[in-house]
């Protein structure tokens, strides 16, 4: 039907207005199967009908299929985040396990970045964190699993305990290792030895004597378990004869067997040696020192060696020089680095530096860092300050650029030079950044060497370390 307004047009200005040309190409084609406009569909035929009906289901298919494999892809690409962040989680696990607590954490942070509201992925990082001692950090990835839902197992309730005893929530920690006794329907050894840190914390010596003692007396606590136990006893205040009494019974016990701590109970035995007191006011010792010591040559390895040597000089201080040199010998029989290495901590501690220095050779102090750190250490004892310096900037012994600053610094303040003393200690504040290792070496080292600014400083940028991010912090 023609357009009245057209007409009208075309009367007064004799111009014929052209029809605009329907759009070409698929655009075109789709929006013609599309069209509902009554003029267009009245003059198609049958089939054109037909043909505009099966081109616009179809492009309405291409629409549903389109939107299908969208969400299928945005759902596939959520899947394997999940598995990549979970899959890194693991392999922090294993470096866990492995003995790399600072590797571990570095890759649990990695996948808590990619997926912070994973069920396990956060088990894992609250595991890493706890064992490696991030207790800010292990306490927010505690309570964010905890709000995922998903019920804490009695192990996970005792890490958690450990966690919030460390970080000072008495009132949660006691929460959680009842939570744990609901759950196993008794306080296992290792929530029992959890409850005698918590009233240690707590100042109430009397009840971690009454826990040590529920540990100590069951038949079923595993060895290392009782040792951990025997050494929360030695070092309580105020215990009752009748705790330390079992407790050298236990420790006598460990360390005359041959298990995986046989080793570790015959040095804390060697460390008892004319320390406890007993009932009679007298002095009491887990095992006689002439059989400590026959046990200790009896076991090979040299940390063997040196607690037996240990324990000589601590029956006869008289002996020390005669001691000392059969250490080092025995170090030098032994020849490896391991070997030399507890030697000339060992001396160091003790401090006869002249006779640690006699063998600690430039050439052995080239076997490894420790060592080279260890004559540094002698020459600055005896004073040969400028020894030390030369032996340092020559550069000859293994030692990073990072612990290079920290002896510079420390040669420095023993040559009385205390502005150079804090650039050097300014410089590895510096160099540490926030490398959690470095930060923690230096923290320990500065705190040594008696440049406490620089101790404090390292600290407190550990602190901030655990703080900032924190998984608690992450919003509800």
């Known amino acids: 039907m023609p357009d009245p307004a057209k007409q009208r047009a075309t009367k007064l200005s004799g111009f014929v207005p052209e029809e605009p040309e329907p759009p070409s190409g698929w655009w075109g084609e789709w929006r013609a199967a599309l069209s509902t406009d009554p003029d267009d569909v009245g003059r198609l035929a049958e089939p054109e009908k037909a043909l505009r009906r099966r081109k616009g289901a179809r492009l309405i298919l291409g629409i549903l299929l389109a939107a299908a494999i969208v969400t299928a892809l945005v759902f596939v690409s959520k899947l394997w985040f999940i598995y990549d962040a979970r899959s890194i989680a693991e392999s922090a696990a294993s470096e866990l396990a492995a003995g790399r607590p600072d590797v571990a954490w570095e890759r649990a942070l990695v996948a808590a970045r990619q997926q912070p509201q994973d069920r396990v992925v956060l088990h894992v990082l609250a595991e890493v964190a706890t064992q490696a001692e991030r207790w800010d950090r292990a306490a927010g990835a505690w309570t964010l699993l905890e709000r995922t839902g998903v019920p804490l197992s009695a192990d996970d309730q005792l890490r958690r305990a450990v966690v919030l005893v460390a970080t000072g929530d008495s009132a949660a920690a006691l929460a959680a290792l009842e939570a744990a006794r609901v759950l196993r329907g008794m306080d296992e050894p290792r929530a029992l030895l959890i409850r005698t840190r918590l009233a240690l914390r707590l100042r109430d010596p009397a009840a971690a004597e009454m826990h040590l003692k ?263």
């Not at 038949?219 to 030695?234: I, K, M, N, Q, T």
């Open 214 to 476: 529920a540990l100590l007396t069951r038949a079923e606590v595993g060895d290392a378990e009782r040792l951990e136990a025997v050494r929360e006893a030695v070092t309580l205040p105020r215990a009752s004869a009748e705790l330390l009494g079992i407790a050298m019974q236990d420790l006598a016990r460990l360390a005359r067997g041959d298990g995986p701590v046989a080793l570790a109970a015959l040095e804390e035995a060697v460390h008892c040696l004319g320390g406890l007191p007993v009932e009679d006011g007298g002095l009491g010792e887990p095992i006689p020192r002439s059989e400590l010591t026959k046990l200790l040559r009896a076991r090979p390895g040299f940390r063997a060696r040196l607690l037996s040597l240990e324990a000589e000089l601590r029956s006869d201080p008289a002996r020390r020089s005669e001691i000392h040199g059969a250490l080092i010998q025995e170090a030098a029989r032994d020849g490896s680095r391991e070997a030399m290495e507890l030697a000339s901590a060992w001396l160091i501690e003790r401090g006869d530096f002249l006779l640690l220095l006699e063998h600690l050779t430039p050439s052995r102090a080239r076997e490894s860092t420790a060592l080279g750190k260890a004559r540094i250490e002698v020459l600055l004892a005896i004073g040969r300050t400028r020894d030390a310096r030369m032996e340092v900037e020559s550069q000859r012994y293994p030692i990073d650029e990072f612990l290079e600053q920290m002896l510079l610094a420390r040669i420095n303040e023993v040559g009385g030079n205390a502005e150079a003393a804090q650039g050097r200690w300014s410089r590895s504040l510096k160099m540490a950044g926030q490398d959690r290792p470095r930060l923690r070496r230096l923290a320990d080292y500065a705190r040594k060497c008696g440049a406490d600014l620089t101790a404090d400083a390292a600290e407190a940028s550990l602190t901030a370390l655990d703080r900032v991010g924190t998984l608690a912090e992450v919003p509800k």
